[in-house]
């Protein structure tokens, strides 16, 4: 079910005054000082006579400033009509559209002295430096010889060819571990064979030293282009869906793909590195090596990698006819709609595969990409893991593994148990990364991981601790849950395709004074009117004055949902839901998912209810009726 919120009249929007609040998730609200359980107990809801009709009809919806036909919360989950809605293939189009054309790879720049130093060094030490061809370039610039921006190309093509890549990158691990890797690697011609002193001009410098983050923007092809595409394929034939039984996903890794691009000779010399290694006696001795290729952890090289790949999607398109190539950084994804499978030589071994993968799978060998056809490498089906989320065609759902829910719950055990309660800066952004990853398939948990993303607000420093409170812990607690126990995203729910006042099966006005006709406290009203025609009219006289008027507004919303969504009162089911009022901050909470409440209206409540009954929120506005 989804549901919309929308404005009536906005008041003044009063300033929001940060207070303590009671644990996130609370089934209570907060008046100044009393709390009020907003239930059937303690707030009788009264059906009225069905005689009192109001004006039939329902004004035209106009949007407070800031609020869009989509939710800030759940805007990538709110689709178009596929029929208007094509597929995004953001990597495709973020080096090929004209509007998004980026000109040639940056380059890397060196003190004069310095490069006199490396140069001379390379001279006396070639061995230790490498320039090995490992794409066949001669075929991609052929490929991309119509491509819209020549001058991106060029660059690519030349590094390939000459200038190589310029990223950098080390680590320190156990130091057995990094001998048998070194040693792996020299056998692979990842790294030169080392050298037992260190060579002049050849530092072993920091992780991201001399990197500018900001200037690394690395583009992908997510789980929601992704979903976009399936319901393509799905809906918009106004025949019949394309999907048929015979339809497969299918999937093709590239081999060590930061491996493929050797880095410029200049930026080797950035890239050596120190080990111990130990001796056939026990004893120890300092080696020196120098990193080759692309390595994992540098901030650089995701950008560098999308980059190359934006131009082999926009080959894989044009020249080898894949109507919608879509790939996540080494990960090349698709859908083959009629799902014949064809014979495939591969590494000494023919495969039965599908048709589209195998087109994939021959432009990889062409520009000799290195690839494996194992089944883990190159899984198929009406069920395959992308990108790590659970693909199933025919329950046309995507999920979290159950691997990866183990995972996650056992990353947050841990975290909310750090000593002292102060996990690293480092820590908590990667949790934020975890979990809002997760949310590409749990995006009712997105109001409880906003807390995490304030929390962290402005730090800098990674090494320093930040307290975890109980606020935090509940809304950990509680994504653990949702991830965990909820069901899996139902790619036909009309919650992810945009409708609008039209389509709506129920539409709840409500409305709420601080002092009722009797005097004898606030008065809380709404009625119902479904599509069909029926109206219902509810009241509730809670005996007692409220403080604020928008506590009183935001309580009226709460109780009609409940009675709205709760299977119990038999008014549904409803599917689409629009509630209309005229209180802006319960239009703004539930377009952004807040989750802080201030002093005038609970706003965490109304959010996580909504969450909690799976009704995703849409916020839009209409002009006064009352």
């Not at 919309?4 to 089934?27: D, K, M, N, T």
Request: aromatic content about 10%; hydrophobic content about 40%; some cysteine.
């Amino acid at each position: 079910m989804e549901v919309r919120i929308a404005r009536i009249e906005p008041p003044r929007s009063p300033r929001a005054l940060q207070r303590s609040q009671p644990p996130l998730g609370s089934s209570y609200l907060e008046d100044g000082k009393e709390l009020v359980v907003p239930t059937d107990t303690s707030l009788p809801i009264a059906l009225l006579d069905e005689s009192i009709i109001p004006s039939d009809g329902h004004p035209p919806p106009s949007f407070l400033a800031g609020v869009g036909p989509a939710p800030r919360i759940q805007r990538q989950f709110h689709f178009g009509v596929p029929s208007f809605d094509p597929p995004n293939l953001s990597l495709f189009t973020s080096s090929s559209s004209r509007k998004h054309l980026t000109g040639p790879l940056p380059r890397a720049t060196f003190l004069p002295g310095r490069l006199l130093l490396i140069d001379e060094t390379q001279r006396q030490h070639l061995s230790q430096f490498n320039f090995t061809r490992t794409i066949n370039d001669k075929y991609l610039e052929e490929l991309l010889a119509e491509h819209p921006d020549q001058p991106f190309v060029h660059s690519v093509v030349q590094a390939l060819r000459h200038n190589r890549f310029k990223p950098e990158h080390d680590g320190s691990f156990h130091h057995n571990f990094i001998q048998q890797m070194v040693d792996e690697e020299v056998q692979k011609g990842w790294i030169s064979s080392g050298t037992g002193t260190p060579l002049p001009g050849v530092t072993a410098s920091g992780l991201n030293d001399r990197i500018n983050r900001s200037l690394c923007p690395a583009t992908y092809d997510t789980i929601i282009d992704f979903i976009r595409l399936l319901c393509w394929h799905r809906f918009s034939n106004a025949k019949g869906s394309l999907l048929g039984q015979d339809a497969v996903l299918w999937k093709l890794d590239v081999s060590s793909a930061f491996k493929i691009l050797v880095m410029s000779e200049r930026w080797q010399a950035m890239q050596g590195i120190a080990i111990k290694r130990r001796l056939e006696d026990g004893s120890t001795v300092t080696w020196y090596h120098i990193k080759w290729r692309g390595v994992f952890g540098c901030w650089a090289m995701p950008f560098l990698w999308t980059r190359f790949m934006s131009l082999l999607m926009w080959a894989a398109h044009c020249w080898y006819r894949i109507e919608h190539p879509l790939a996540y950084m080494d990960d090349t994804f698709g859908i083959d709609l009629v799902g014949d499978l064809v014979p495939f030589a591969h590494d000494g071994a023919t495969y039965e595969i599908p048709a589209q993968q195998a087109v994939m799978a021959r432009l990889w060998g062409n520009l000799w990409i290195p690839f494996k056809l194992a089944a883990d490498k190159a899984p198929f089906g009406c069920r395959v893991t992308i990108t790590g989320i659970d693909c199933n065609l025919d329950e046309f759902t995507v999920s979290l593994l159950h691997s990866t829910v183990t995972k996650l719950a056992a990353a947050i055990e841990p975290f909310l148990k750090t000593p002292d309660r102060h996990p690293t800066l480092r820590r908590w952004q990667q949790m934020a990364g975890w979990l809002s990853w997760a949310l590409n398939v749990v995006p009712q948990a997105r109001p409880y991981i906003t807390p995490l993303y304030h929390k962290i607000r402005g730090k800098v420093n990674s090494d320093t601790g930040v307290p975890i409170n109980k606020d935090m812990m509940e809304a950990l607690m509680q994504v653990a849950v949702l991830i965990a126990w909820g069901p899996a995203l139902d790619l036909a729910s009309p919650s992810l395709t945009r409708w609008s006042l039209a389509n709506a099966d129920l539409v709840i006005y409500t409305d709420a004074c601080l002092q009722n006709a009797n005097d004898t406290g606030a008065g809380l009203g709404f009625w119902f009117a479904t599509a069909g025609g029926t109206r219902r009219h509810f009241y509730c006289r809670p005996q007692r004055t409220y403080l604020r008027i928008q506590f009183a507004k935001l309580l009226t919303i709460i109780r009609a949902l409940d009675i709205a969504t709760d299977p119990i009162h038999s008014y549904g089911p409803f599917r689409r839901v629009l509630v209309r009022t005229n209180s802006a901050p319960a239009v703004y909470t539930l377009d952004s998912g807040a989750v802080h409440n201030t002093d005038f209206m609970p706003l965490r409540t109304l959010t996580l209810a909504c969450c909690c009954r799976s009704v995703s929120s849409y916020v839009a506005s209409i002009d006064d009726l009352l």
